[in-house]
């Protein structure tokens, strides 16, 4: 029955039908009749936003008290139009429909009431004289009658439809806040949605990387287990792969951890050496591809490899739709011994200045990947050019092992494993060196041996131990 209305408004409306009452009140009162209708169409003025259907009930208690207390009509019946405005504007349906009835019943009943008082009362005949004036009088009553009646309609049923306007308009922007809410909770889920395909394609790409981690572990733990008598160097050089095969998986696992949903099958597993191929696809395409490479490569982990992947492929997919096919795309890669930053930068198509939409699910996805592998990632407009940034931190392996690379190797060091795998960087076009693994801390010093160190985060899923061979002579 009451509308939840803050302190200020129903203060507001209160002071106002108070300041309505001292105003009227200094015009003086004629009786008792007046003063009840001035302070009951007061009550009812105040109560219009709070409760409408009990201002109306208000307003209809003291007019018919005054008219059957044959009080005059008063300044204070005008407060009906804002009670009628309030119906139609903050009431319930019922109420709404109840302020419209209102207004024709009240136009008609108020008409009847100054028409029958001012033509067949008003002269204070009796008897014969009275029926004679009003059988003179009749034409001229129902005149004034139909002008009242029409004008009075009038004048409560535009408070009324005013009152209705307003409601109509609050209802619109209702729905439209509505909609806008639940088009932002819809996209909100589609991108919810295009996160949890992105992780589930995620997963199912580094399902590969432990599964045939855990398989080298096996097979060389049986092969070992079945030569350690025939053949003991060979029993060393399986458990070198084991361990090395081995640290490499427990350093993927860290970031399935944060990946893996769902049980996924096997799926292809790009790595850094199918950029190329990935860049001279997009060239077929008609996208002019320039690679710039700042820095000594590093060897980075697996999963790694294929989030940069991932990356550099997204965003030149991204520039051939939406970029300027006339211009260079640049993809530059800048090396640091901590950190791997990757960008690609195009020009946006001047036509239509069309940016990859924030809606979709590729710049999700490319940031979804870089903050799975602990970095970040940053695609934004830079005046005419659109530029995708990933840092990604180049993480060593679990148990912090390290290559010793180059010439001038110590003869006293162990001799390296055999390789048993394709590595990556090798079908790049890098040369194989010899190497060794060594606990952090105890290389021999670069400048006095010629060898040069670096932070090995991670192998192939196949397991081999193979290095970057060391171009400068310094440390990586």
């Known amino acids: 029955m009451f509308r939840p209305l803050k302190p200020y408004q129903l203060t507001i409306d209160i002071v106002f039908a108070a300041l309505c009452v001292l105003i009227r009140s200094t015009l003086g009162y004629e009786d008792v009749i007046a003063i009840f209708v001035v302070l009951g169409m007061g009550t009812a003025l105040a109560l219009r936003r709070l409760s409408p259907g009990l201002a109306l009930g208000v307003a209809w208690f003291v007019v018919t008290v005054q008219m059957f207390g044959n009080g005059n009509p008063d300044l204070a019946n005008f407060a009906i139009l804002p009670v009628l405005f309030a119906t139609a504007a903050y009431g319930t349906n019922l109420v709404k429909w109840l302020g419209l009835i209102s207004s024709g019943v009240g136009a008609l009943v108020g008409t009847l009431y100054i028409v029958i008082g001012r033509f067949f009362y008003g002269n204070g005949s009796v008897g014969l004289d009275a029926v004679y004036d009003l059988v003179r009088q009749l034409p001229a009553a129902v005149s004034i009658g139909l002008v009242g009646f029409f004008s009075a309609l009038a004048v409560l049923g535009l408070s009324w439809t005013?009152?209705?306007?307003?409601?109509?308009?609050?209802?619109?922007?209702?729905?439209?806040?509505?909609q806008a809410a639940a088009e932002a909770e819809h996209a909100d889920a589609e991108r919810e949605v295009g996160i949890e395909q992105e992780r589930t394609r995620i997963a199912r790409d580094m399902h590969d990387v432990v599964a045939h981690s855990l398989a080298v572990v096996i097979a060389q733990a049986d092969g070992a287990r079945y030569a350690r008598h025939s053949d003991p160097d060979a029993v060393d050089e399986a458990l070198t792969t084991i361990a090395g095969t081995a640290r490499e998986a427990l350093g993927d696992v860290r970031l399935l951890l944060g990946q893996l949903r769902h049980s996924q099958g096997e799926a292809p597993r790009p790595v850094l050496a199918d950029l190329e191929r990935l860049i001279e696809q997009m060239r077929a395409s008609g996208l002019i591809v320039t690679r710039e490479e700042f820095g000594d490569p590093l060897l980075v982990g697996t999963g790694q490899q294929l989030a940069v992947y991932r990356i550099v492929q997204e965003a030149l997919t991204n520039a051939l739709r939406h970029g300027d096919k006339s211009k260079d795309v640049v993809v530059r890669f800048d090396w640091t011994p901590d950190v791997l930053r990757v960008s690609v930068r195009n020009t946006i198509r001047i036509a239509t200045g069309e940016i990859p939409s924030r809606a979709g699910h590729g710049l999700d996805g490319m940031r979804e990947r870089a903050v799975l592998s602990g970095g970040t990632l940053v695609a934004e407009s830079t005046g005419d050019e659109f530029v995708v940034t990933a840092v990604l931190p180049i993480q060593a392996a679990t148990a912090q092992m390290a290559i010793v690379t180059g010439i001038g190797?110590?003869?006293?060091?162990?001799?390296?494993?055999?390789?048993t795998?394709?590595?990556?960087?090798?079908?790049?076009?890098?040369?194989?060196?010899?190497?060794?693994?060594?606990?952090?801390?105890?290389?021999?010093?670069?400048e006095t041996t010629g060898s040069a160190t670096m932070t090995y985060p991670s192998q192939t899923a196949a397991g081999e131990q193979a290095a970057v061979d060391d171009q400068t002579g310094g440390t990586r």
Do not use: C, H, K, W
């Open 162 to 178: 005013l009152g209705l306007l307003v409601r109509t308009r609050r209802t619109a922007r209702q729905s439209r806040a509505a």
């Open 409 to 419: 190797r110590p003869s006293e060091f162990p001799p390296p494993a055999p390789e």
């Open 421 to 446: 795998a394709v590595n990556p960087y090798l079908a790049a076009g890098y040369a194989a060196p010899t190497a060794v693994y060594r606990p952090l801390g105890t290389y021999p010093d670069p």
